[in-house]
């Protein structure tokens, strides 16, 4: 069966500009992008389309600290598709103080070769 063309709609986020894209794709081939004012548009709609990553952000609890939870966040982007198994596993997590900003609390989270990192320092209490 032959995919069909079909025109996504996407905000770039590589820079502050924020340009509103329109995309034709057919599958995961981009056919055409408009509404990009530089080619870093074209690069990001590539690759909204192909592999979608977001940069993970949530909290932690925490045992012994000024705080009950941690902001966290993912050392790199992970995949779009993990997001929801990232949320589950984070949630299950509670770490003692003190705590170090860049600190490693989850390995390679849910398989997908990044961290989840401390995003601020706290002290035991
Ligand atoms: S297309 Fe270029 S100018 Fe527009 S938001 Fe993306 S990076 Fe910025």
Not at 12 to 28: A, E
Not at 33 to 46: F, I, K, Q
Not at 57 to 71: E, F, I, K, Q, Y
Request: hydrophobic letters at 40%; aromatic letters at 4%.
């Amino acid at each position: 069966m032959a995919l069909l063309e079909e025109t996504k709609k996407f905000l770039c986020v590589s820079c502050p500009v924020g340009c509103s894209l329109s995309v034709t794709v057919r599958g995961t081939d981009v056919l055409n992008v408009e509404g990009n004012t530089c080619p870093r548009g074209v690069t990001y709609a590539e690759n909204e389309v192909a592999n979608p990553v977001r940069t993970f952000t949530s909290t932690v609890r925490v045992n012994g600290a000024s705080l009950p939870v941690c902001p966290v966040r993912s050392k790199e982007p992970l995949p779009l598709v993990k997001v929801f198994s990232v949320t589950r596993e984070v949630a299950k997590v509670k770490v003692d103080a003190p705590l170090s900003i860049g600190q490693v609390l989850i390995e390679n989270v849910c398989g997908t070769g990044t961290d989840i990192i401390a995003s601020r320092s706290l002290g035991k209490i």
